[in-house]
Every structure is written in structure tokens, then in C-alpha cells.
């Protein structure tokens, strides 16, 4: 199963998340759970640092990516990692045995 957790200020505006674990539904070497999980956390990702040249403190290793803002978030990182979140809750809402979504308050 894939463990998503995303974590929020006390505003409710999201300051990281940390994605872990395999989907198990592959076939014949194909995981489009999986891959989706991956586009839509890599593209959050590459949209952060990338495109806005946010500061993040992160780890990527097999099957797992986490990513957590140096800085408080604004509207535009909420923005990124807000649609990063509806796209992975249509996955779980239509992968409910493959992906879990569970959320934190962070501590700033």
C-alpha cells in the first residue's frame, strides 16, 4: 500500500508531505497506481523547486519521496501541493486497497 501523509500549519495550508510504500497492483510489470502516485508528487515537487525556486528539505529513494517547505507556504505553493492533493485523493477514492491518505499538523 502507498502511504501518503501530508502535513499543515495550523492554518490549514500545507507545508509538506511524505509518500511511501508500493501499490501492489501491478500487471505484467506495469503499476499505474504507482506511476500516478509518482507524477503527481514528482511534478508537485519539480513545480516547487523548479518553477517557484522554493527551498525544501527532501528525501527520494525507491518508494519513497518526501518533501517539507523551508519556508511558510504561500498561495502558490498551496496552489501546487493542493492540486498534488486532489489528484492523489481520485486515486485513493479509485484505489482504496492501493493508496492511503492521512494528514498531520506541523509544528510551525
Known sequence: MIQVR???????RITGFDV???S???CAGEDIVCAGVSSLTDSAYLGITE???????????????QLMLEDRPD???EAILETMLLGLTAIAEAYPRAVRITGEQSAR
Open 75 to 77: 498561495e502558490r505553493t
Open 20 to 22: 511511501s510504500g508500493h
Open 51 to 65: 518553477y517557484l525556486h522554493r527551498k525544501v528539505r527532501s528525501i527520494d529513494s525507491s518508494g519513497k519521496l
Open 24 to 26: 501492489g497492483t501491478a
Open 6 to 12: 501530508i502535513f499543515r500549519q495550523a492554518d490549514g
